[in-house]
């Protein structure tokens, strides 16, 4: 029988943020979570809003470090690709974190993983699925 390999997935720091705080749409992250990987700019911005909520680092660590989440560096190319992205997604309000998940998305020819609507919105080479 042959085995099916499964695209590797980019988490958007909200598609993190809701698998680390159980909310809405965590099952679809969890289902993905041996593919996962996530731009170092968005682990950034996962750990830092886990902690506006009331995290700590330690428990962040303890909960994001046994996971097989890849982390990728933020490269020049994603620089590049982040910042031909800020014209065409100027209406949808996405921010440079926002930007930088689409880029390695679409470096890595991955389909994006969040939470945010408007990225339902974006009409651009990469794939974005909503997890809620």
Known sequence: MKKVVVNRVVLDASALLAWLQDEVGHQIVDDHLDVACISTVNLSETVAKSIEHGGTL??????????SIT???FTEED???AASLREP???LGLSLGDRACLAL?????ATVLTSEKEWAKYDGNVQVKLIR
């Open 105 to 109: 998305g679409y470096r890595l020819q």
């Open 89 to 91: 997604t100027r209406h």
């Open 71 to 73: 982390v990728i560096d």
């Open 79 to 81: 620089c590049i690709i």
């Open 58 to 67: 330690e428990e962040i660590h303890t909960k994001l470090h046994p996971l």
